[in-house]
């Protein structure tokens, strides 16, 4: 199972920006890919931003495109979120979550992902909150 810490996160007015940080190992696994999910009051979690450990690749939800940026520093070994031009219906708990296949993390946050998949490991959640 894997290891996996979030920080940062916390209120903001609408437009402004927060980061997120996510730390995540296995010791089993060669490249452990890592997603960003958020789960806003009454509404299910869902994925929002993903990276590739192996080559970068990212994939987004139409919901943050053009204004979140997921990125990772491989020396640091931590994965970042980015949120930019934040808007209240962004308010929610954010989670990270890591997994060795790519694919699962990719069908999440394309809106496609089978519900019952067990990611490797999740973070505890950081609330984001935008106010208007």
């Known amino acids: 199972e894997a290891q996996v810490v979030e920080s940062g996160g916390g209120s903001v007015q609408a437009g402004g920006s927060l980061r997120l940080s996510c730390s995540a190992s296995?010791?089993?696994?060669?490249?452990?890919?890592v997603g960003w999910f958020r789960q806003a009051p009454g509404r299910e979690r869902e994925g929002i931003a993903c990276?590739?450990?192996?080559?970068?690749?990212?994939a987004y939800a139409e919901s943050v495109k053009g204004r979140f940026t997921i990125s990772k520093d491989d020396g640091e070994k931590k994965v970042y979120l980015q949120m930019d031009h934040l808007q209240p219906e962004d308010t929610g708990v954010y989670y990270c979550?890591?997994?060795?296949?790519?694919?699962?993390?990719?069908?999440?946050?394309?809106?496609?992902?089978?519900?019952?998949?067990?990611?490797?490991?999740w973070g505890q959640g950081k609330q984001v909150t935008v106010s208007s």
């Open positions: 296995d010791r089993s696994l060669i490249y452990l890919h």
């Open positions: 990276i590739n450990d192996e080559d970068g690749r990212v």
């Open positions: 979550a890591a997994d060795g296949a790519w694919g699962p993390l990719v069908d999440h946050v394309l809106g496609r992902g089978y519900a019952a998949y067990k990611f490797d490991g």
